[in-house]
């Protein structure tokens, strides 16, 4: 059962611009949604996370909008580089600190 | 930040072998550790929660005598994959909270191929 769904599954952005992927839950449990970025061959490393309490939280060119009541939550890269190319996972974790992972979108900016 | 080590980076065994991998904590004590199992280009999926000094807990449809886990102190968590078959070729990632509990530190991985 996947906990957390995420979309898109691929996304090419041009140089430059906005690149939003989306994810939702279910599990109204949890409190804490972060996002990773990961490259092939590599761990997972936190970009962003937000809490329920606040709707927006922004670090550099990351965004994470937060809709409480939607049970949404989205990541937005500005002026998107050719060095945010990755697979960008969403996830939701709550009391227990397990981690559950959305499905991954795989993020290509092209010069 | 926190580092998270694991070991092997790879490894190649013959089916039916056993093969055991080391998750670290180098800079931070973790009571409690996590493993995930990732398909190429697919998602990371939550094996098992190892506990320091406690049995793990493992997630629905993962085999516990498959998948055995040993949390043997404040940095060291192991996941051993007894009896290993092509089918558990996988990429193994484990993770650690840090100090506020909420941040997880991922290690870098350990890809396994079982020939």
């Known amino acids: 059962q996947q906990q957390v769904k995420q979309s898109p599954q691929s996304l090419i952005v041009q140089k430059g611009g906005i690149s939003i992927i989306n994810c939702a839950y279910e599990n109204t449990a949890f409190d804490y949604f972060p996002w990773y970025q990961q490259f092939p061959g590599k761990g997972p490393a936190l970009l962003i996370a937000i809490r329920p309490d606040v709707s927006e939280k922004k670090e550099g060119r990351f965004t994470i909008s937060f809709n409480k009541s939607a049970k949404q939550f989205s990541l937005h890269i500005m002026d998107s580089q050719p060095g945010d190319s990755a697979t960008y996972f969403c996830?939701?974790?709550?009391?227990?600190?397990?981690?559950?992972f959305g499905t991954g979108t795989s993020l290509t900016v092209i010069p | 930040g926190a580092v998270v080590s694991q070991h092997p980076s790879w490894v190649i065994c013959k089916s039916g072998t056993s093969v055991k991998i080391e998750c670290r904590s180098l800079?931070?004590?973790?009571?409690?550790m996590f493993w995930y199992r990732q398909f190429p280009k697919q998602s990371l999926m939550l094996m098992a929660t190892s506990n320091e000094g406690s049995k793990a807990t493992y997630e629905q449809g993962v085999e516990k005598d498959k998948f055995l886990i040993n949390h043997a102190s404040l940095t060291l968590s192991t996941l051993t994959v007894t009896s290993a078959h092509p089918e558990d070729s996988s990429f193994y990632i484990c993770?650690?909270?840090?100090?506020?509990?909420?941040?997880?530190?991922f290690g870098p991985g350990t890809r396994l191929l079982v020939l």
């Open positions: 993770s650690a909270p840090g100090g506020d509990q909420e941040t997880q530190y």
């Open positions: 996830a939701a974790s709550g009391a227990g600190n397990q981690f559950y």
């Open positions: 800079d931070f004590q973790a009571t409690t």
